[in-house]
């Protein structure tokens, strides 16, 4: 190869190098983190189910959202707290959950968790919405107590 034919090749890999960084980092950039924080349970699968407001089924595992707390479904906004879950995570829709490395032994059988939908921290969106409150008997275990959201609600 000619200096001139290797400058070329330099240059085309530094650019395709850069195309490729500016294409991830942009594809990233619209959605929130779904990477899990800690070193417990961390899996993505699909809604199957919605019970009520703070209790999801992801690829068939229960899971209790971590610090948030939604009214029972005979109770006062129960079943709006329900529909407003389902349309942050509709069931079929792809999950992401975080299990609370604080609360890994989780609650009556329920996984203890962050669930995120399309990027969307569906336990900060409940509690926004105010059809769920901080459940603060947690903040002092919860792996989540100091994340902006837990602390705006509560904690
Ligand atoms: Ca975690």
């Not at 029972?72 to 490395?101: N, Q, R, W, Y």
Request: proline share 3%; hydrophobic share 40%.
């Amino acid at each position: 190869m000619s200096v001139a034919a290797k400058r070329v090749a330099v240059i085309l890999a530094f650019s395709v190098a850069a195309v490729s960084m500016i294409l991830w980092f942009s594809s990233g950039g619209s959605q929130s983190p779904t990477v899990c924080d800690g070193s417990a349970r961390c899996f993505e699968g699909e809604i199957t189910d919605v019970y009520d407001g703070d209790t999801v089924y992801v690829a068939g595992s229960a899971i209790r959202l971590a610090l948030t707390s939604a009214p029972e479904l005979d109770e006062p906004h129960g079943l709006e707290a329900k529909e407003f879950a389902k349309k942050v995570c509709p069931i079929g829709s792809l999950a992401t959950v975080d299990e609370d490395d604080g609360q890994t032994q989780g609650s009556f059988g329920r996984i203890v968790a962050v669930v995120y939908c399309s990027g969307v921290n569906l336990n900060a969106k409940i509690l926004e919405a105010n059809l769920a409150s901080i459940d603060t008997r947690f903040c002092d275990v919860s792996e989540f107590a100091n994340e902006t959201w837990a602390q705006s609600y509560g904690c």
